[in-house]
């Protein structure tokens, strides 16, 4: 199913769940679901770059990403380009990877991508995370690094 404006949002956290960085972009245009995701990992790996956070680790709750970033050489479309430029950049940083992980642990970036009406464009916060998200992240942090 196409959407005609997607908002994405994304977490970066510390290997013990700190948190860094979290981004709210809105994508225009008509996408799918996986399209969509991708173009918000991408996203984010531009600002793990950006603000020069070593060692990223990719996790999303798709796991049809982590599959088309695991053949993205194979994938002849344009999400095959997206995939292509998300691994290239992680296998560029040394340590970076990308995994699959479960929709409990990884709400955070969802209910931000669910506040649509609070912004339009892109928002970025680093260090301090907005209130609204405080509860979630440790939520998140139970359901991934205690489980």
């Not at 918000?40 to 049809?64: C, R, W, Y």
């Not at 982590?66 to 995939?83: F, M, N, P, R, T």
């Not at 995370?129 to 359901?143: G, H």
Request: charged fraction near 25%.
């Amino acid at each position: 199913m196409r959407q005609s404006s997607v908002m994405e949002g994304l977490v970066a956290r510390g290997s013990n769940g700190q948190f860094l960085m979290a981004a709210n972009k809105r994508l225009r245009g008509s996408w799918v679901v996986e399209e969509a995701e991708a173009i918000a990992a991408e996203f984010g790996v531009q600002l793990v770059k950006q603000h020069n956070l070593m060692n990223p680790i990719l996790e999303t709750d798709s796991l049809g990403l982590v599959s088309k970033i695991d053949d993205a050489k194979q994938i002849e479309s344009e999400i095959g380009v997206v995939c292509r430029s998300i691994r290239r950049y992680l296998e560029e940083s040394g340590l970076g990877s990308w995994q699959h992980i479960h929709r409990e642990g990884n709400m955070t970036p969802h209910c931000m991508a669910d506040s649509k009406s609070r912004w339009d464009e892109r928002v970025v916060w680093v260090d301090s995370p907005p209130s609204f998200l405080v509860n979630q992240l440790v939520l998140d942090n139970v359901a991934t690094y205690t489980g």
